[in-house]
Each structure stands twice: as structure tokens, then as C-alpha cells.
């Protein structure tokens, strides 16, 4: 009796710490719900294959590797090869299991999937399809869809539990698009990376993980595909959004501060499995071309900079990334061969560089759709062709694939062995032990409703926010004067919500919004004489089409990054207009006008534009419209960094390496680091 009180007063204690490594000295939390509990020493443990006895594997205080090679010796081929399937699995309406899924699980034999429902708690986007997207949930719905995989995976023959990763979903995101990132919707909201590499604050960054940490486990997910530990040297390539910065120190620091906060020191029970990528640094693209598409496959390094890009990813595996994901792109001209493939394709990137060189240990992840799609260099080869080099490179888990089948034939014909099979199952078994999985994976819907975006972390993040914009230009008095008494403030803006001024505290101010539909045969409202100042928001994005789902500009259209050049563009969009952003400030006065732009690139504010005439000019990366009027009024200082050199003109950026950070000071605007603030 002595014994078994001890053990539950152990066992209250740790529910509240971490569980490391998957091996415990006490009881860890246990639940099972399709199978049932093996009792021995007072102790609890799950069948999870059924057959009445404690195997190794389900021993959870057996050392990680007895209990790996213990289950993989149970393992049937077709379940090994199912390991190396990783697709999108959405919740279907309301949460509910989809029949997608039960084929993933019991045909496929798969135990990793790819999460990319957005949660909201008033879903409006609530249809009964399951695409690329996803329907919209809530936090409750989430959990219940992620209880009820784990049921189905705890019901299969050896009872593997299922790891769900996702892309980035805590940030403040204009242009959402599935298989890149998704809105942050009931998640707290934070700036998009730029911005909180703008910051400086390492310990709120460090914050900013340990509430992403236990939002993400509040709904059961437990792994990410990210972050992107790619440098921002080539303003041309769209997902400049999602780097942190061009600076490849900075930019180590802060990998290693995300994977410590959001792993923790080793993976546990609390950890956020992260996939770093995209190795060995995207981002020096030929051409600024994205190579999601066929234009941007060429990874190129005039500059010599290969190391310099590699530098985060070695931070990230000397702080002990899970998983690397290797990029697309072919690494033109490098000395790991083969250097006319993409990267999950080439033995000398993957196994050379990464694992012999860099002392890598865990596993490679492949992009989503090397196999057939995006298989650059290797378009002329077959499927079966691809799967076998890209295995033979290194690459553990093919991401986008899921045909059991294929693998099978494969090994059954002799053409892969299952001596390599078992290596990656091996690798990719221990993220699911050490995050505690075989022992608990389910989570407390109810729980998870409250906890998702919950004040608290949004307060963080909103602060967050205010730190991440930088003071570009301030040719007038920023910031504005509050109006007291019977005083008002007259301001014409576009770009944002008034609904934020109906608060008491805006009382004085008498705002008038310029936005109009112009579908709808509507024009720009006219403009007041008496008005004080104009603010205007201002955010770029790309009509990417059916053949650019994943964004981007057009490939004859990737140079224009001038507000000019995009202004007269087809791919490109301005909102609001360059020419109602022109008719304001010349109506109220370049003097009396200040612009907020989101700087999802690094575009180039160009003098035919007019953009420079105006007195204030904010760069934001992410933020809230509350944000930006807290500095404006002066509420918070500006101290924000950018992240990113601006360039003055687009011959500059055409002109610049790829692989190079920053410009010579000719063709700099605003060089990295730059940032004014208020006396």
C-alpha cells in the first residue's frame, strides 16, 4: 500500500514536468482507449499489441533503443514502409475522423501526417470537405480529430501512435497558403519571423516558443515542419517572409534559441519536434525563382557564400534538431556530388555533408513532393527510380507520398533492401518515443479550448509585435500629439479596421476610412479638407494562379520589386493602389502623411514612386492595426531592426550575389540593422 501511494504522489508530480527521452525512472501518465493496461509492480503499461504480456517496447522503463529494435524485430515490411509515408491529413467537418484517414492508418500503414486545418473558434469556412486546406475547426475540434487518429492508430496491430507535424500557425499572416504556412486564427498572433528577428529580444523569442510549445500540444500536435533556418539574401525569392533574416549569425541564434524552447535540451513529453529546413539553406536562388516551380530549381553561389548559408543548419543540429528537411533546389557548382539534383536526391548533401560532416543524427524529411512533382534533375527518371536515390541520398520519409505499394514492390523486388528501410524506421521511431507518444498521446479538448490563444500569450505577443516594427523615416513630428479636451484629431486612413477607434480611448479622434470596393463600381471616398493626417497600411502580395498556388510572382515579373514596377504589374498587387496611395498624400500633404508597409520582401521604395516623399514611413512584418497606432501616438517607442537591407533601386538587387548579404552603401536605402526611435 506504502508502495503504490508513493507512486501516485510521484506520478502528481510529474504530470507536471516534462517526461524525458521516452525512458522513465516513475510512472509516467498513461491512457489507452481501444486496448487494455498490463498491470506488473504496481505499475501500469499499454498492450499495444495485444498480446497480454509487457513486450520491451511498450516497457517504458527500458532504455529507447531496446524498446525501438524490440518493435521494429515485430514489425512486418508493409508497417516498416508505412513509416516512411508522411501526406496532409485535415480534420473533416466539426473535427470528425474522415475516411481518408482510416485508409492512411489501416492501408497504408502510416503513423505520421501533415495538419493543416485552421483553427478558429467561430469557424466560418465549416464545409464538409477535406482538401489541401483543410475546413475550418475549433481548438475543441482539433483535439477530438487528433484523439480519434491516436484511437484508430492504439487499435492497429502494434498499436504505433500517430505524430502529426504542421507548418507555422502563430503568426499574423496576410496571404495564408496551404503547404506554406497557415493563419494564425484561435492561435496567439505574433509577428511573422522578419519581425521577431526585428526584435533583438532573444528571451521574448524564448517566450514566444514555450507558448507556441503549449498551444501546439494543448490540440495534440507535437511536431513542425520549420523553421526555416534559410537566410533572406535574395529579395526576389517569395518566402523571404518566412526567414528570420539575412544575417547568418543572428539567424544561428535564433534557430538555436527555438529549437531549445520548443524541444526543450532533449525531446519530451512538453517538446515540439521541429524539422528544420530547408538544408542546406534556400534562399540563394537563381534568378529570385521559387523552386515549388520548375523556373526557380537552381540553387547558385557566385559569392562563394555556401557556409555562410549553412551556418544556422549546423547551429541547428549542434542544438539538436529532430529532423532536417532538404530543400528542393539543385546546389549548381557545389562540391557534394551529385550537384546537378535537388538536395533529398543527393547522397553528398544529405550524407556526406549532414551526417558525416555536420555530425547529424536524426532524420530527413523530405520536402512535400520531391516523388514526381518536384523531382528536379531527376525529371526524367520513374517513381520507383526517384524513391530508390532519394533513400540511397539519405532522405528517411518521403513528405506528399503515400502509396504503400510502391516502397513494397520495391524491397519485395530486391531493388531496396530492408536493412534500409529499417535504418529510417529507426530514426523516425525514436522522435515518437521520446515525445512520450507510446505512453500518452491523447489530449483534454476541453483544456484546449481555453488554452489556444488564451490572453495571457496574446498580451506577449502582442508586445511582440510593437518591438518588431521598425522606424524608417520620420520627417515630422512622430510621435503624434494625443488631443486632449475638446481637441480632435482628424485622420483619413486605408488599409484598416475602424472598428479599433470606436474604443473610449480614441474618443478625441474622428477617423474616416478610404477603403472601397472597386468590383462593386465604388471609387476613393473624397478626402476632407480639415483632415490632420492620412495613415495608410499598405500590403503586397502575388496572384499566384493554378500554376503558382504556392505564391509568388510570375517568372518575367520576378525582378519588379519596386513599388513602381509592381504598380504596372500583372502578378504583383498593391493594396491600396499605388495611385490612390499618391492621390492621399498629395490631397492631405506629404508632410501630414504616414505609410505602414508589410515588408513580406524586401521591396525597393523607389523615388518614381513617391513613396519616399511621405513624412513617416513604419516597416511592419506582422502586426496588428492597434500596433501600429501605439506607435504612432507615441504609446510604445519604436525599436525595431530591420531584419533585412532595403536596396535603392531593383538594379541593385538584380545586380547582388544571391548567396551575398546586404548591398555596397551606393545601393543601399536602409542598410541591416537600421531602425530610428523617439527621444
Excluded at 516498416?80 to 466539426?94: P, Q, R, S, W, Y
Excluded at 547568418?248 to 527555438?258: C, G, K, P
Excluded at 539538436?320 to 536526391?345: D, E, R, W
Amino acid at each position: 500500500m506504502k508502495n503504490a501511494l508513493k507512486t501516485i504522489a510521484i506520478l502528481l508530480i510529474l504530470m507536471g514536468t516534462a517526461l524525458a527521452q521516452g525512458t522513465y525512472k516513475f510512472q509516467p501518465p498513461i491512457e489507452a482507449r481501444a486496448i487494455n493496461l498490463l498491470h506488473e509492480n504496481h505499475f501500469l503499461f499499454k498492450d499495444l499489441n495485444k498480446n497480454k504480456k509487457l513486450d520491451i517496447y511498450e516497457d517504458w522503463r527500458q532504455p529507447v533503443d531496446k524498446r525501438i529494435e524490440n518493435l521494429v524485430s515485430q514489425m512486418t515490411v508493409e508497417e516498416k514502409v508505412g513509416m516512411l509515408l508522411i501526406n496532409t491529413l485535415n480534420a473533416g467537418e466539426k473535427g470528425k475522423l474522415t475516411d481518408g484517414a482510416v485508409d492512411f492508418i489501416e492501408n497504408q500503414k502510416m503513423t505520421r501526417f501533415i495538419f493543416r486545418n485552421t483553427i478558429q473558434d467561430n469557424p466560418v469556412n465549416t464545409g464538409a470537405a477535406n482538401g489541401f486546406a483543410g475546413t475550418q475547426i475549433t481548438p475543441f475540434d482539433a483535439a477530438q480529430f487528433m484523439n480519434s487518429v491516436q484511437e484508430l492508430t492504439e487499435r492497429s496491430r502494434l498499436g504505433i501512435p500517430a505524430m502529426f507535424k504542421s507548418n507555422s500557425r502563430n503568426h499574423m499572416e496576410y496571404d495564408a497558403r496551404a503547404g506554406i504556412n497557415v493563419e494564425s486564427g484561435s492561435f496567439s498572433s505574433w509577428p511573422k519571423e522578419s519581425g521577431l528577428a526585428a526584435t533583438r529580444d532573444m528571451e521574448l523569442i524564448a517566450d514566444f516558443a514555450k507558448i507556441m510549445a503549449e498551444e501546439w500540444n494543448a490540440i495534440g500536435l507535437r511536431g513542425m515542419y520549420g523553421y526555416m533556418a534559410d537566410l533572406s539574401t535574395e529579395p526576389r525569392w517569395y518566402r523571404v517572409h518566412e526567414t528570420f533574416t539575412e544575417d547568418s549569425e543572428l539567424a544561428s541564434n535564433i534557430i538555436t534559441v527555438l529549437i531549445k524552447n520548443l524541444q526543450g535540451e532533449m525531446l519530451n513529453s512538453k517538446s515540439i519536434a521541429l524539422t528544420i529546413k530547408h538544408f542546406p539553406g534556400g534562399g540563394p536562388q537563381e534568378g529570385g525563382g521559387d523552386p515549388h516551380y520548375a523556373f526557380g530549381k537552381n540553387q547558385v553561389y557566385p559569392a562563394g557564400k555556401f557556409d555562410y548559408h549553412l551556418a544556422p543548419f549546423k547551429a541547428a543540429v549542434d542544438a539538436g534538431a529532430s529532423s532536417i528537411m532538404a530543400y528542393y533546389g539543385i546546389p549548381v557548382g557545389q562540391p557534394y556530388m551529385p550537384n546537378t539534383v535537388g538536395m533529398a536526391f543527393s547522397k553528398g548533401i544529405l550524407t556526406d555533408l549532414l551526417r558525416t560532416k555536420l555530425g547529424f543524427k536524426g532524420y530527413v524529411n523530405s520536402d512535400t513532393g520531391i516523388i514526381g512533382d518536384r523531382a528536379w534533375g531527376l525529371e526524367d527518371k520513374s517513381v520507383d527510380e526517384q524513391i530508390l536515390i532519394a533513400l540511397d541520398a539519405g532522405t528517411d520519409i518521403l513528405s506528399g507520398f503515400n502509396n504503400n505499394k510502391q516502397i513494397l514492390d520495391l524491397v519485395k523486388s530486391g531493388k531496396l533492401s530492408e536493412s534500409r528501410v529499417n535504418l529510417s524506421v529507426k530514426r523516425l521511431l525514436k522522435e515518437q518515443f521520446e515525445l512520450g507518444l507510446f505512453e500518452n498521446p491523447y489530449v483534454d479538448p476541453n483544456r484546449a479550448a481555453y488554452v489556444v490563444g488564451n490572453p495571457s500569450f496574446q498580451r506577449k505577443a502582442d508586445l511582440a509585435q510593437r518591438k518588431s516594427i521598425v522606424l524608417l523615416q520620420n520627417k515630422m513630428t512622430l510621435p503624434l500629439s494625443q488631443p486632449n479636451g475638446k481637441d480632435t484629431l482628424r485622420i483619413f486612413t486605408m488599409g484598416m479596421n475602424t472598428a479599433l477607434f470606436k474604443d473610449r480611448a480614441w474618443a478625441n479622434f474622428k477617423v474616416t476610412s478610404g477603403d472601397y470596393n472597386k468590383t462593386k463600381g465604388e471609387t476613393l471616398p473624397s478626402i476632407k479638407k480639415e483632415t490632420d493626417y492620412a495613415i495608410i497600411r499598405i500590403q503586397v502580395t502575388t496572384d499566384g494562379g493554378s500554376d503558382r498556388r504556392f505564391g509568388g510572382a510570375s517568372p518575367d515579373e520576378l525582378n519588379f520589386l519596386s513599388f513602381s514596377e509592381m504598380a504596372k504589374s500583372k502578378s504583383w498587387k498593391i493594396s491600396p493602389s499605388l495611385s490612390d496611395i499618391q492621390t492621399i498624400m498629395k490631397t492631405v500633404g506629404f508632410d501630414k502623411t504616414i505609410l505602414s508597409i508589410d515588408f513580406r520582401q524586401p521591396y525597393v521604395l523607389d523615388e518614381a514612386s513617391g513613396v519616399l516623399n511621405a513624412a513617416g514611413i513604419l516597416a511592419t512584418f506582422g502586426v496588428s492595426d492597434a500596433a501600429v497606432m501605439d506607435i504612432i501616438m507615441g504609446k510604445f517607442k519604436p525599436t525595431g531592426k530591420l531584419p533585412f537591407a532595403l536596396a535603392k533601386t531593383t538594379s541593385a538587387i538584380v545586380d547582388q550575389d544571391p548567396d551575398a548579404p546586404g548591398y555596397p552603401a551606393k545601393d543601399s536605402l536602409f542598410p541591416f540593422g537600421f531602425g530610428l526611435t523617439y527621444k
